[in-house]
Nanobody
Framework: QVQLVESGGGLVQPGGSLRLSCAAS????????MGWYRQAPGKQRELAAR???????NYAASVKGRFTISSDNAKNTVYLQMNSLKPGDTAVYYC?????????????WGQGTQVTVSS
């Protein structure tokens, strides 16, 4: 079984920064891509940023230039550096991993971490 463990959420003032981390653990799997999705109250879950095993990245337009996604493939860990945070970034942030195990592909989710941007 593959699990994702997230850390780094919290309360920050507008203009501040936070760094989220997500580590994948388990056995006999390869990671095709990892990403961060977010869900604000009353809204659908949306992609914030995603990085592939080949280090290709894509970002939501609303976070481009402020958020940076990176990964440490040796540690099966993905990071999201969030700068210039706005109240609109307030949401539960979920880590996602697209993995391959044997012949099958799976989509794995973390438990979510709350990010609140408020003065």
């Amino acid at each position: 079984q593959v699990q994702l463990v997230e850390s780094g959420g919290g309360l920050v003032q507008p203009g501040g920064s936070l760094r989220l981390s997500c580590a994948a653990s388990g056995s006999d799997f390869t990671i095709n891509a990892m990403g961060w999705y977010r869900q604000a109250p009353g809204k659908q879950r949306e992609l914030a940023a995603r990085i592939t095993s080949g280090d290709s990245t894509n970002y939501a337009a609303s976070v481009k230039g402020r958020f940076t996604i990176s990964s440490d493939n040796a540690k099966n860990t993905v990071y999201l550096q969030m700068n210039s945070l706005k109240p609109g970034d307030t949401a539960v942030y979920y880590c996602n991993a697209e993995i391959k195990r044997g012949r099958r592909n799976y989509n794995i989710w973390g438990q979510g971490t709350q990010v609140t941007v408020s003065s």
